[in-house]
């Protein structure tokens, strides 16, 4: 090997070394976008997320149980309480299907999703549970959210339109109204009984879905 070729090998590492050194802006960036997004993760979660956890009746019964047991809680423990309310009986008379149900939506959906915003820490190979200081975010909005549910009583929306059927059916015999005007009130009573059984189905289907 001659002089020349003993230069442009040894030269040859150098290349290398200055062709790695140019990504270096980039990781940088990447620095950056890691420490903007460490930051938004320690002030707090938006109410996007808040409520997005709350909407659902499950996360929001994880949420109350961590807050009364104050501890490190199991999976088992979690999930037969939630089952129990659920199902509206005690943690002796759950079934062994009803227990099922609960502890596998849990452990797929509703903890790993809690658990990657950091309101809950999920470890899934040992089925603990615990509560975060994030979860004090959520606080003020569990109470308002469960006030909201707890409002919204579909037997009201049902008598009004039975109320509205019947004062229908006395105006049309009061004043003799003509067949006509009083099929389109009917129809008119049947097509909001219709609308809010539709919208009844929808929001139960969402909560069922979202489980």
Not at 29 to 40: G, K, P, V
Not at 64 to 70: M, P
Not at 82 to 101: P, Q
Request: glycine share 6%; charged share 30%; with cysteine.
């Amino acid at each position: 090997m001659g002089v020349k070729d003993t230069a442009q090998t040894k030269a040859e590492p150098n290349n290398k070394l200055s062709d790695e050194s140019v990504p270096s802006p980039k990781g940088k960036e990447s620095s950056a976008d890691q420490a903007t997004s460490q930051e938004q993760d320690d002030s707090g979660a938006s109410l996007d997320v808040i409520f997005e956890i709350l909407k659902n009746s499950r996360r929001r019964e994880v949420l109350h149980f961590l807050r009364e047991r104050g501890e490190q809680v199991s999976l088992g423990e979690l999930a037969e309480h939630v089952a129990a309310i659920e199902n509206e009986t005690t943690t002796d008379a759950l079934t062994s299907s009803e227990r099922k149900r609960v502890y596998v939506g849990l452990y797929q959906c509703h903890l790993p999703k809690m658990d990657d915003i950091g309101v809950v820490d999920f470890n899934q190979d040992r089925g603990h549970i615990t509560l975060t200081e994030k979860a004090d975010d959520f606080e003020k909005y569990l109470n308002r959210t469960e006030e909201e549910a707890e409002g919204r009583q579909w037997y009201q929306y049902y008598a009004a339109v039975t109320v509205l059927g019947a004062m229908v059916l006395a105006a049309s015999v009061a004043f003799s109204l003509p067949g006509s005007i009083v099929l389109d009130l009917f129809s008119l009573v049947v097509g909001v009984a219709g609308a809010c059984s539709v919208y009844h189905w929808s929001v139960e289907r969402e909560e069922l879905d979202s489980e």
